[in-house]
């Protein structure tokens, strides 16, 4: 049974930066992209980041939405299985709900697809004020 789970949530201040992370269990890392998402009240979820390794190397290719790109880093440890969203430079309107997703040997071009994902976590909040 997969499992993911999410944390390092929590109240910032704007400018910020803040580290979260996902434990997974019941996979395999190598046949799997890990992403992030967000969902802001009122808002509908929306890609964040993701990250695919190569095969069993360590090898990976990281994918960012635009809104994130150049203060946020998405990094993994394929020996625990866990994979870490960093985000920097903080702003009130990054306060949403993030979850971790995992999605089986997807399409690269997918990735930043909700229905890619076949795997959610329950989210962890995340909060900057201003």
């Known amino acids: 049974q997969v499992q993911l789970v999410e944390s390092g949530g929590g109240l910032v201040q704007a400018g910020g930066s803040l580290s979260l992370s996902c434990a997974a269990s019941?996979?395999?890392?190598?046949?799997?992209?890990m992403g992030w998402f967000r969902q802001a009240p009122g808002k509908e979820r929306e890609f964040v980041a993701a990250i695919r390794w190569s095969g069993t190397t360590v090898y990976y290719t990281t994918y960012y939405a635009d809104s994130v790109k150049g203060r946020s880093t998405i990094s993994g440890d394929r020996a625990k299985n866990t994979v870490d969203l960093h985000l920097n430079s903080l702003k009130p309107e990054d306060t949403a709900i993030y979850y971790c997703?995992?999605?089986?040997?997807?399409?690269?071009?997918?990735?930043?697809?909700?229905?890619?994902?076949?795997?959610w976590g329950q989210g962890t909040q995340v909060t900057v004020s201003s």
């Open positions: 019941g996979l395999i890392f190598s046949n799997y992209a």
């Open positions: 997703a995992a999605a089986y040997k997807p399409n690269r071009t997918d990735y930043p697809l909700i229905r890619t994902y076949d795997y």
